[in-house]
């Protein structure tokens, strides 16, 4: 057993007792927020289990998974280019995880495992598989990942978030629940933004560049923001922090953040949203029934968000554009029409409603709950 799992389970003495009655079941989930939101959301339905979390050393899981539950780590990876000695080096860490999780689902005794793709579901899936204990996915995304498209016909039920992803898995027993978004996030959607001071009334534009890539379309913003701030139009841009000319624009009505955590409120006091098309940004945008510009971020896995916003255009709940394909002029023209236009954004706010899921979270906790 690895250093980081021997660790944790050392650790189990200083986490609330166990008890024998319930069920204890193993969520993996890690990376992004796009994994780790949903299983978040999933579990704290769960209300009935004890969950334990299974992540990888220095992700995101490490800074919000431990005070919420017991934290076990293995090494994993993602397999980068052709074939070759990096392939052999990823294959022999990826045993070594699966050996390790099928040791701690032995030792644990858990009744399964419940993953929310990535490269960390594939030792959970068949370290699972190889006990006989159920395995559940969550798939978010329009396009399943790799590991998803490869071990969904080995899980006991994936469940999606978008209806057409059934097609791109058809060897798996697929159900379509939406995508789980946590229960803070609906309550926050309900209340007004009080740390940000927009003043009534004013059309409002946000901008939320994503985590990755966010600088090519902060400097669209930037350049078309003066005709729009002139127009009257407020504007929140999150920028992330890896912009180095983040505040190189100044102006009264121009809010520019590195990070904003209350996006629900955001959102729903937006008029329309320009946005990356990550699945969790979408399905938070479908709560709060905002219109969008969504600008798929072009180096995505597969570019699977380019299908994730190819939904939402269909809909008509958004606008798409290829990064590639739109400058500042351009972007500045969409949306001074659509600000301009209140009955497009009527209709594009009510074909993003129709999008959401509101009891995801449920469906997906009562799905565990019905093969566990």
Known sequence: MSEAVGKAMANEASKPTVSSSRKKLLVAA?????????AIATAQQLTHYDIEWLGVPDRLETQLVPDLYPLHTV?????????????IKLFA???KATWQVRLLLKQGN???VFTTGGYISAPAILAARSLGLPALMHESNALPGKVTR?????????ALGFEETAQRLPKADTVVVGTPVRSQFFKSAQSPLTDID???????IVVVGGSQGAVAVNKMIRSAAPVWLEAGIWIVHITGTSDPEASSLSHPHYIQRDFYNNMAALFSRANLVISRAGAGTLIELAITATPSILIPYPFAAEDHQTYN???FAIAGAA???QQRDLNAAQLQALCLDLISNPEKLAAMAKATEQLSTLDSANKMASLIETYL
Do not use: D, E, W
């Open 30 to 38: 890690s990376g992004t927020g796009g994994h780790l939101f949903p």
């Open 75 to 87: 090494r994993m990876g993602g397999a980068q280019g052709g074939f070759g000695l990096s392939s």
């Open 93 to 95: 860490k990826f045993a």
């Open 110 to 112: 858990f009744a399964g």
């Open 150 to 158: 490869f071990l969904s016909p080995y899980c006991t039920k994936v």
């Open 198 to 204: 927009i003043p009534p009334g004013v059309p409002l």
């Open 309 to 311: 916003a190819n939904a």
């Open 319 to 321: 606008q798409l554009y």
